[in-house]
């Protein structure tokens, strides 16, 4: 971003899975008269409506949204992109309004957003899953030749014989789509903006309940149909998320649709969880009920 806009905010409204961050963005920023950026990764893809929970047409009449369904499962992608296309998006809704909504539970992209990658990630378990196959099937040698692959400079630095440092290398790159051996030079970007961090939650029982009963609901509007006609392409890093993989299982044969359904709410929970470690890192952010919509403006409408 070239210009800078230190009146401008950006507003970072984030939470677990089903929390109610959809319904919220779009109001707020439509009171605003602003737009929407999204930070979930899993809504980029256009294929993927119903398992991803993407915006319905109301929510995209209502507030204009950027990235939103603007990817194939096909196409490759990662958080540098993101950061490199967010931010020129921005820049262009700065230039016409005070605020941007920022929102999405993927805490790595709005990571990068706010402020780069100022710190290596750790991998989601699907990641490590991938990585520990590999390294049962074809040995220490396999991870060294893929990560002599991705990240040459790595390989150079590395411990041959550590097999944990190879994997950890792989791990960051298939989580950023950045080198480890560049990943470990950046350091903390300012950015020429203001950010205002508001993560929504609810107790524990109810957001369980929301999270159970939204995933009834997908299925009532087709998840399993979505997922089976992507099956064939089931080895796609798109599709190795919560609420396909776990319907893949189901067409593989490993177990029954009852089972299936079940473990994807209990993935779903889980990653809730993960998803609230993550916020509980920003200690400049203000929490709130989804329901405190009246205090969350105030807030936002702070000059400090």
């Known amino acids: 971003m070239r210009m800078t806009f230190k009146d401008k905010t950006l507003i970072v409204l984030t939470g677990p899975t089903a929390v109610g961050k959809t319904d919220l963005s779009v109001n707020i920023a439509y ?43 096909f196409d490759y992608y990662n958080v540098s992109l993101f950061e490199q296309k967010a931010l020129k998006v921005l820049e262009g809704i700065f230039q016409k309004t005070d605020y941007v909504v920022l929102t999405g539970g993927s805490g790595l992209y709005i990571d990068t957003l706010c402020h780069g990658i100022d710190h290596l990630p750790d991998a989601e378990p699907e990641v490590r ?15 060294r030749q893929w990560i002599k692959q991705i990240d040459p400079v790595y390989y150079r630095q590395v411990d041959l014989g550590n097999p944990n440092r190879i994997k950890r290398g792989i791990e960051v790159f298939l989580s ?44 009532k509007q087709g998840l399993i149909e979505e997922a089976i006609g992507f099956f064939k392409y089931r080895h796609l890093n798109a599709l190795n998320t919560v609420g396909y993989k776990e319907l893949f299982s189901w067409m593989s044969g490993c177990h029954d649709l009852k089972y299936a359904l079940e473990k994807i709410k209990t993935n779903s929970r889980r990653y809730a969880k993960r998803q609230l470690t993550w916020f509980k890192r920003y200690e400049d952010a203000r929490w709130f009920h989804p329901d405190q919509q009246q205090d969350i403006m105030g807030f936002i409408r702070q000059k400090s």
């Open 31 to 73: 009171k605003l008269n602003s737009e929407i950026i999204s930070a979930d990764a899993r809504q980029f893809y256009k294929e993927l409506k119903i398992g991803t929970a993407a915006p319905d047409i109301s929510h995209l009449q209502k507030v204009k949204h950027h990235f939103v369904g603007h990817l194939s499962i």
């Open 129 to 143: 899953q991938r990585i520990k196959q590999v390294y049962t099937k074809e040995g220490i040698e396999g991870i």
């Open 176 to 219: 950023t789509g950045i080198p480890f051996s560049e990943l470990r030079k950046q350091q903390y970007k300012e950015r020429p903006f203001r950010i205002k961090r508001i993560i929504i939650n609810r107790d524990r029982d109810e957001l369980f309940d929301r999270i159970n009963r939204r995933v009834d609901l997908m299925v």
